[in-house]
């Protein structure tokens, strides 16, 4: 089982930026990737950023060039670096791990910015 820990979530202005953090605490083995989706309330959950076990990221079109996600090998915490963002950045942050084939998922942490 994984249980992921999320937070950094919270409420900023336009232009200015946030740090998610996801802690997977007792993994080590098995991480085929770890990343981050989002959902806006009324929309479908959307990717955000992903990297692999051997560093690949892969992010949304909207996130690139704005979000950076990077990683710590030993302790496969996962952190999501949001700059410039927007009103439209604004939704339910969720981290995922996938393990072993199997895709487990936080709770989510709130993300809102002000128009």
């Known amino acids: 089982q994984v249980h992921l820990r999320e937070s950094g979530g919270g409420v900023a202005r336009p232009g200015e930026s946030l740090r998610l953090s996801c802690e997977a605490p007792g993994i080590r083995y098995g991480v085929a990737a770890m990343g981050w989706y989002r959902q806006a309330p009324g929309k479908q959950r959307e990717l955000v950023a992903t990297i692999t076990f051997d560093d690949v990221t892969n992010y949304g079109d909207f996130a690139r060039g704005r979000f950076s996600i990077s990683r710590n090998n030993d302790t496969m915490d996962v952190w999501l670096q949001m700059n410039s963002l927007q009103p439209e950045d604004t939704a339910v942050y969720y981290c995922?791990?996938?393990?072993?084939?199997?895709?487990?998922w936080g709770q989510g942490t709130q993300v809102t910015v002000l128009s």
């Open positions: 995922y791990c996938d393990r072993y084939g199997t895709v487990y």
